[in-house]
């Protein structure tokens, strides 16, 4: 059972992309140049909307972790990454806008890295065990690759999240350790847009197979744990059969090792082994002992046991329902296009300025970012955004509004326009007039919907997502969006057994 004074998981939480781009369309684009590519070119890949980021991943997927909890008890967050959208910004701070945090909430960015992530979550148990309150420790990653690389098709786009504390954790921490060895299996030097990676056997004799197994030794000696007990194995490796290698040389049984889940997501870089992790969780049951690890310039392992109240969670999408909210993308050239790896003449009605006054974007912050409207004390009545006058016509109250935040509030459509007129990376533009289900109502763009999953009463969830990208000043501005709740297209958690 789990007992009050454990150090673990509290709750866990993902997202992937709903787009899944078929490997074999890339493959069979570039098998002109690269015909080595045939060989990788099953399953698919989660590839972002052209209005999905790193944060917009991390915000989605810490809002699924947080289902049920108090969000007014999170201490700390941590957001680590090694594709931040911002270089000198506070990534982790426009998150914890987003989620409505409070400013007491030290936040930070964990990045340069492969194991950012696992390194991450060792930082927040040690805070745990020093009296902190929960720390929210979230892994999001979106990787440029070049075109026609291997990479391109091995890697994939998404996040995870845990609430890392103590009292009724679903899986307490039995014990951690680390190595840290300057093994350059790849870089991305400042400047430089696409990682450079270094030859496969290399990496895999004298980076996994030596540096891992080292660190697999030290967590076992310290918990006194026998790797035949670990009914799960958690290593990303897009390398073929290194993770069952080192499975067996370590002792562990076979069918321990996950699957890396390559066949229908990717490997989500420094949020894989935290995303692997969630997978396992989602599948153990209490008692299940789960090894997981985070590979780069040395590694980390943690070991963790799932407990009895593991069941009792609050059902959530977790890695399970976003795999199964999904739309197959068979167009190359979008995906090309979604990651600015083609210039496309996007026309006159793009070419405006779009610099953001930072001024203003500070004051209506909590509008943009959290989503934040107003509710009258005096009569009730809900509404986006916050205004000194209440908009109901027989209240009018001055000054009666307090703060009521609408990102998890469902809502309907109540009118809806697909527009090819006006400039959208992702023709035609959907936005529309939506209700919130208790009341208030605003006018919104859509996303990650399409004709057939858009219709008036049709359900809406909203989701964090870029507005607008200055391409001269390199600032991302966010703001939310209504998505479809339908199956496919954002439908509610899956229940839990």
């Not at 979106?142 to 291997?150: F, G, L, Y």
């Not at 098709?153 to 679903?170: K, Q, R, S, Y």
């Not at 009463?457 to 607008?468: G, L, V, Y």
């Amino acid at each position: 059972m789990a007992d009050k004074t454990e150090i673990g998981i509290l709750a866990y939480g993902a997202y992937l992309p709903r787009l899944r781009l078929a490997r074999k369309v890339a493959a069979d684009a570039n098998a002109w140049f690269n015909p080595a590519l045939k060989g990788l070119a099953r399953g698919e890949r989660t590839m972002c909307n052209w209005d999905e980021d790193t944060v917009t991943m991390a915000v989605e997927a810490a809002r699924d972790c947080l289902i049920g909890q108090d969000r007014g008890t999170v201490s700390s967050l941590s957001l680590a990454s090694t594709s931040f959208p911002f270089e000198d910004r506070l990534n982790a701070g426009i998150v914890l806008e987003a989620l409505n945090l409070a400013p007491s909430v030290n936040a930070q960015d964990l990045t340069a890295s492969q194991r950012a992530a696992t390194s991450g979550l060792i930082t927040a148990v040690q805070m745990a065990r020093g009296g902190a309150g929960p720390v929210l420790m979230v892994a999001s990653e979106k990787r440029r690759t070049k075109t026609a690389s291997p990479r391109e098709l091995e890697t994939g786009d998404g996040a995870a999240a845990l609430l890392i504390g103590t009292g009724p954790v679903v899986a307490r921490l039995i014990g951690h350790a680390s190595r840290t060895v300057d093994f350059v299996d790849h870089f991305r030097g400042e400047g430089f847009e696409f990682d450079y990676t270094w030859e496969e056997r290399w990496i895999r004799d004298e980076g996994y197979n030596k540096i891992v197994p080292a660190a697999l030794a030290d967590v076992f000696k310290a918990t006194a744990v026998k790797p035949a007990d670990v009914a799960h194995f958690a290593m990303p490796c897009v390398l073929p059969r290194v993770a069952a290698g080192i499975a067996k040389k370590a002792g562990m049984a076979e069918s321990a090792v996950r699957d890396n889940l390559h066949a229908v997501c990717g490997e989500t870089g420094a949020a894989h082994p935290i995303v692997m992790l969630v997978d396992a969780l989602e599948k153990a049951k209490p008692g299940d002992k789960i090894l997981v690890v985070g590979f780069g310039q040395g590694c980390d392992a943690l070991l963790f046991e799932a407990t009895d109240a593991l069941p009792r969670l609050a059902p959530r999408l977790g890695i399970m329902g976003h795999l199964a909210r999904r739309k197959e993308e068979t167009n190359y050239a979008r995906f090309l296009a979604f990651n600015d790896l083609v210039a496309i003449e996007r026309g006159l009605r793009a070419d405006i300025d779009k610099q953001t006054p930072l001024s203003s974007l500070y004051r209506n912050r909590r509008m943009l970012t959290g989503l934040i409207g107003g509710q009258c004390r005096k009569c009730g009545t809900l509404q986006f955004p916050k205004s000194n006058v209440c908009v109901n016509p027989n209240c009018n109250a001055f000054h009666s509004q307090d703060d009521h935040a609408f990102a998890d509030t469902p809502a309907k459509v109540q009118s809806f326009t697909a527009d090819r007129l006006t400039y959208s990376p992702d023709p035609p533009h959907y936005y529309g007039m939506v209700v919130f289900d208790e009341g208030g109502r605003m006018m919104i763009d859509f996303t990650d919907c399409d004709a057939a999953s858009v219709d008036v009463d049709a359900p809406m969830r909203m989701m964090f997502r870029i507005k607008e990208y200055d391409p001269a000043r390199g600032f991302t501005r966010y703001f939310w969006k209504a998505a479809p709740t339908q199956p496919n297209a954002g439908g509610p958690a899956p229940a839990k057994a």
